[in-house]
């Protein structure tokens, strides 16, 4: 009988990240590449996906830099016939693309009547159209024909299970990225294989140059009063790593987790279970 680790091997999978080169998704696809698989690192971003694809290869890894707007569905399109093309095949799609925008974030000076729809639009369409629903359907046409089945596995929020102040827009975005999460897990399930699963991790608090003007004063470097809240009410006391997502991640793109989808997975030191007292 072998070991159950085997069932977190993804030796011979191939994998997507969206967003790869960000400082999130950079750790994502280091994590792929630790646990065998070859991996896709799909960024506007081009540059930084080609830095981060040479020291890969350099440590014995597998990899593509592939060029992605998540505005532009042809450059989508590009990146998963590229991937056939060099692979023959997808196992695992990491949606990792996402943040916010300060035009859609309430302060002293902007209140929530002041957010133009403009501001709004383009947080959700960032976050729910090119961060989850477009890339599903484009790479999820290749995913949904593979014997073994495959992973999709989208990054909504913590805002997605508790509302938080001043960022109404991305609070609606991940929110509906959660829904859509399991919509598509049962769609993809009874409609076309009941292997391939999607299920979602909502990151807790972990700092990113989307949100650290919200959390770190600038001026100071220390916490501002939203990050000194924030942190009092995260049980464990600190902000997350990006290395904090791999095990989660590993766990929800192998066979290990072969019986689960449609779920959402907090991964945020304990603030989804505190109540604050």
Excluded at 2 to 13: E, M, W
Excluded at 36 to 55: P, T
Excluded at 151 to 160: F, P, T
Excluded at 191 to 201: D, F, H, Q, S, T
Aim: with cysteine; net charge neutral; hydrophobic share 45%.
């Amino acid at each position: 009988m072998g070991s159950n680790i085997s069932f977190f091997d993804l030796t011979g999978k191939t994998a997507i990240v969206t967003g790869g080169a960000g400082v999130l998704g950079t750790s994502m696809v280091e994590g792929l590449i630790q646990a065998g698989a070859s991996v896709a690192i799909a960024d506007v971003m081009i540059d930084k996906a080609n830095e981060l694809k040479q020291k890969i290869e350099k440590q014995g890894g597998k990899t593509l830099a592939l060029y992605m707007d998540a505005f532009n569905k042809d450059t989508i399109e590009k990146c998963a016939d590229t991937i056939i093309k060099e692979w023959g095949k997808i196992d695992i799609l990491v949606n990792g693309v996402g943040g916010n925008m300060k035009q859609a974030t309430t302060s002293p000076e902007l209140s929530f009547f002041d957010i133009s729809a403009d501001a709004f639009q383009k947080v959700v369409n960032l976050n729910l159209l090119g961060g989850a629903i477009i890339p599903s359907q484009v790479f999820g046409k290749y995913m949904i024909k593979n014997s073994e089945g495959g992973s999709i596995i989208n990054i909504a929020s913590m805002n997605a299970l508790r509302p938080l102040t001043r960022i109404p827009g991305y609070s609606a975005a991940k929110s509906a990225v959660a829904n859509f999460t399991q919509w598509l897990a049962v769609h993809f399930a009874q409609e076309y294989n009941p292997k391939l699963r999607v299920n979602a991790i909502a990151p807790g608090f972990f700092l990113s140059e989307q949100n650290r003007y919200l959390l770190i004063d600038e001026k100071t470097g220390e916490p501002t009063a939203r990050g000194k809240t924030i942190l009092a009410h995260t049980p464990m006391g600190r902000y997350g790593d990006p290395s904090d997502l791999i095990g989660t991640l590993i766990w929800l793109a192998s066979d290990a987790s072969q019986f689960v989808t449609g779920i959402i997975v907090p991964v945020d030191g304990g603030f989804s279970a505190f109540s604050g007292v």
